[in-house]
Antibody
Framework: QVQLQESGPGLVKPSQTLSLSCSVS??????????WSWIRQPAGKGLEWIGR???????KYNPSLKSRVTISLDTSKNQFSLRLDSVTAADTAVYYC???????????????????WGQGTLVTVSS | DIVMTQSPLSLPVTPGESASISCRSS??????????LDWYLQRPGQSPQLLIF???NRASGVPDRFSGSGSGTDFTLKISRVEAEDVGVYYC?????????FGGGTKVEIK
């Protein structure tokens, strides 16, 4: 059973960079074909997909954040990371890392569901 | 982006009764024989967990009290015989195309 755990600063100043890591245990991040993803949830609000990196290294980001976001894999540490530049108060949220699992036989090579999630980490943007 | 709209916002339910949640998408989610619509439950203080995938298939370990139906742009999650452990916020999510988008959520609570 794979487990994910987010880590990183809980407080970031406006205009600075938010950096989070997601440690993966119970399986290698470089084996299998998964979509390593980030999702966030502002307090009391719904879920927003940030983006993902496929095991091959191909990334896809939410266009609303595309110019500011970078997701990367570090296979030596078995973790993946999120970098969000030029943050504002609107970026205050609980950030989740998740594994996207692509099932076979469901008509699409790019369909995946989230089968494992981290517990989430609150990041507050404030001076 | 595909906009997902859920209703109701809040759903008080008596244990043992059934509950239904509606989810509508701004574009059809039907492609190549499947509806790319998933349902997640976020229990209080927890991360979301998958309940239903491609519209009507229960995820592993999900009780058969949960069922998903619908096609195209209109979908429904039904919970038969609601139990106390079913409280939380239910989200539909379209998985047809990036960016993946979620509905606003429906909070199910026990009366």
């Amino acid at each position: 059973q794979v487990q994910l755990q987010e880590s990183g600063p809980g407080l970031v100043k406006p205009s600075q960079t938010l950096s989070l890591s997601c440690s993966v245990s119970g399986g290698s991040i470089s084996s299998g074909n998964y979509y390593w993803s980030w999702i966030r949830q502002p307090a009391g609000k719904g879920l927003e997909w940030i983006g993902r990196m496929y095991t091959s290294g191909i990334t896809k980001y939410n266009p609303s954040l595309k110019s500011r976001v970078t997701i990367s894999l570090d296979t030596s540490k078995n973790q993946f990371s999120l970098r969000l530049d030029s943050v504002t108060a609107a970026d205050t949220a609980v950030y989740y890392c998740a594994r996207g699992y692509p099932p076979h036989g469901y008509g699409s090579e790019t369909y995946y569901w989230f089968d494992s999630w981290g517990q989430g980490t609150l990041v507050t943007v404030s001076s | 982006d595909i906009v997902m709209t859920q209703s109701p916002l809040s759903l008080p339910v008596t244990p043992g009764e059934s509950a239904s949640i509606s989810c509508r998408s701004s574009r059809s989610l039907y492609y190549n024989g499947f509806n790319y619509l998933d349902w997640y439950l976020q229990r209080p203080g927890q991360s979301p967990q998958l309940l239903i995938f491609v519209g009507s298939n229960r995820a592993s370990g999900v009780p058969d009290r949960f069922s998903g139906s619908g096609s195209g742009t209109d979908f429904t999650l039904k919970i038969s015989r609601v139990e106390a452990e079913d409280v939380g916020v239910y989200y539909c999510m379209q998985a047809l195309e990036a960016p993946l988008t979620f509905g606003g959520g429906t909070k199910v609570e026990i009366k």
